[in-house]
């Protein structure tokens, strides 16, 4: 910045983040709000204009808003998303100038000192932000001032810009928690009747600081600039890639996975240095002939260790074509996992390390998504005992806990014939006659009444292990409200 230069911030708010975000993806006519859970209760998070017109607000529990509202849709808050939809606005900020910070959890501030030129003045500038946020989808309040906490001020009390040097001016009307001052702080100042800006600037300063502490005084400098607050800009993330130019063309696939391994020296270090770990990693090989071949490795678990991963990459590197031969190599970490630096138990790793590398060969064949395991979950009903998770991205989880044995297959009631609570002696399943030898049971299960769940419509069951001459052994239950059995599994 030049000297005598007058420095402008703008400040942009938005009111509706969360929902304008939810809707981007999935529009929805009428009152809308995210939900987020908060002390054993849903209450609303964000909610979009619809929603605010018809007298909800934030902080509501969500049954008094149906109940205000019965046509209210919904889903759950996702914060991480938020957080990073908001990076993402900040990267696009840059266009406007480099000197673009994150305020608060909904909102941006831009130092666009020297750089108003660049769209004719600050009204075009300030309508070209608004115009573009629109066009996503986006509403914004924006605020510009000659310091950061005037237009913060102005984008969430009195939206609009304030002229250089007239600060005081364009805030003095607008209430004092507009200095960013803590709740508590609001109500006592208002209590004592101080409820505007400028009525505030006019006190001793003084009895101010003793009566209401000095962090009254430190905000209402800064928004008047008599105390510097500087905009620190997003820092760049970090890019994990590293490369090498060969001075002689390679083919054989020993001296790729030489190379290879060079490069995953240097970015596990780099990955190491940052505390997290590779999910994703793509190997690219330029031949010389200027066309390029990728291998991608997508792994289990995230990993920083180079031994691990370069005999993962072996598969992919052996079905290379190196042509004439190749003379650039490039490692990238697509995408990478937090992973910190902790302490495990030397056996421990050894026998998951396996494990997530016998997945990761696996995966590289027929895909992650397709290894799979078992979860338990919940719920006594048989259905819901238990879910089906990608083995690369869940842990396995336990004890499975069951009071009673349970068959090895699982699949919808299919319904067989027989009379009275006691197993039918003879019956014909899936074409095959069959006669029992031995009947294990009863074991009742009622159904989950807080569900609304088509195949419990009959109400309880009775579930029997029948175990047949001809060597089956059944999982057959009774329905004594409507009377009629049927099969829903078979044990090994």
Same mark, same amino acid.
């Given at each position: 910045?030049? +000297?005598?230069?007058?420095r402008r911030v703008v400040s942009l ?7 304008? *975000? ?6 929805? &006519? ?11 209760? &849903? ?96 509403? %914004?309040?924006?605020?510009?001032? &000659? ?9 969430? $009390?009195?939206? /609009? ?25 609001? %109500?006592?100042?208002? *209590? ?26 430190? =905000?209402?400098?800064?928004?008047? /600039? ?13 890019? $994990? /890639? ?16 030489? +190379?290879?391994? =060079? ?15 590779? *999910? ?20 289990a678990r995230p990993l920083r260790e180079?031994? *691990? ?17 190749i003379d650039q190599m490039r490692l990238?970490?697509?995408? +990478?996992?937090?992973?910190? +630096? ?13 494990? !997530? &590398? ?12 397709? %290894? ?33 044995? =349970? ?12 009379? /009275? ?40 069951? !009775? $579930? ?29």
């Amino acid at each position: 910045m030049s +000297v005598g230069m007058q420095r402008r911030v703008v400040s942009l708010w938005f009111p509706r983040l969360a929902s304008d *975000r939810a809707l981007r993806a999935r529009p929805v &006519d009428g009152p809308f709000a995210l939900t987020l859970r908060h002390s054993n209760t &849903d209450r609303l998070y964000c909610l979009n204009r619809a929603a605010e017109q018809q007298g909800l607000n934030r902080g509501m529990s969500f049954s008094d808003a149906r109940a205000f509202c019965p046509d209210l849709q919904s889903r759950p808050a996702d914060m991480p998303g938020d957080a990073g939809f908001l990076r993402a606005l900040a990267r696009w900020a840059t266009r406007y100038c480099p000197w673009v910070g994150l305020e608060g959890g909904d909102g941006l501030v831009l130092d666009v000192t020297g750089a108003v030129h660049l769209w004719g003045d600050e009204a075009r500038m300030l309508c070209d932000m608004r115009q573009r946020l629109a066009r996503a989808g986006l509403f %914004v309040q924006a605020g510009l001032a &000659d310091t950061r906490g005037a237009a913060w001020a102005l984008a969430h $009390y009195g939206e /609009g810009c304030a002229a250089p040097g007239e600060s005081l001016g364009a805030i003095a009307d607008l209430p004092v928690a507009a200095l960013r001052l803590e709740a508590d702080t609001v %109500v006592a100042l208002q *209590r004592v009747g101080i409820r505007r800006i400028d009525a505030l600037a006019a006190l001793p300063r003084a009895s101010l600081a003793r009566r209401f502490g000095r962090d009254v005084l430190m =905000r209402l400098d800064q928004a008047l /600039g008599a105390q510097p607050e500087h905009v620190s800009p997003l820092s760049a993330p970090v890019h $994990y /890639g590293v490369r090498m130019t060969l001075p002689d063309p390679i083919g054989l696939a020993a001296d790729v996975m030489a +190379v290879a391994e =060079r490069l995953l020296d240097r970015l596990c270090a780099k990955l190491k240095a940052n505390e997290t770990g590779a *999910r994703i990693l793509r190997l690219t090989l330029r031949r010389v002939d200027g066309e390029s071949q990728q291998v991608e490795l997508r792994l289990a678990r995230p990993l920083r260790e180079p031994l *691990r991963i370069l005999s993962l990459f072996r598969r992919g590197v052996d079905q290379v074509d190196a042509g004439f031969g190749i003379d650039q190599m490039r490692l990238e970490a697509v995408e +990478v996992a937090g992973l910190p +630096v902790q302490q495990l138990s030397p056996h421990r790793q050894q026998g998951s390390a396996a494990l !997530d &590398d016998l997945i990761t060969r696996i995966g590289t064949r027929i895909g992650l998504e397709n %290894v799979q395991r078992f979860l338990p979950a919940d719920s006594h009903i048989p259905e819901r005992s238990f879910l089906i998770a990608p083995a690369a991205y869940s842990e396995p989880e336990g004890p499975w806990l069951r009071a009673a044995p =349970r068959p090895a297959w699982l699949f919808p009631p299919e319904p067989i014939v027989g009379e /009275g609570r006691q197993p039918p002696a003879q019956f014909r399943w899936r074409r095959m006659p069959l006669t029992t030898g031995r009947a294990r049971g009863p074991e009742r299960i009622a159904p989950e009444w807080w569900f609304e769940d088509e195949s419990w419509h009959r109400g309880l069951r !009775d $579930y029997w292990l029948v175990e047949t001459r001809q060597g089956r052994r059944l999982w057959l239950f009774h329905t004594p409200q409507n009377p009629g059995w049927f099969v829903q599994g078979e044990f090994a």
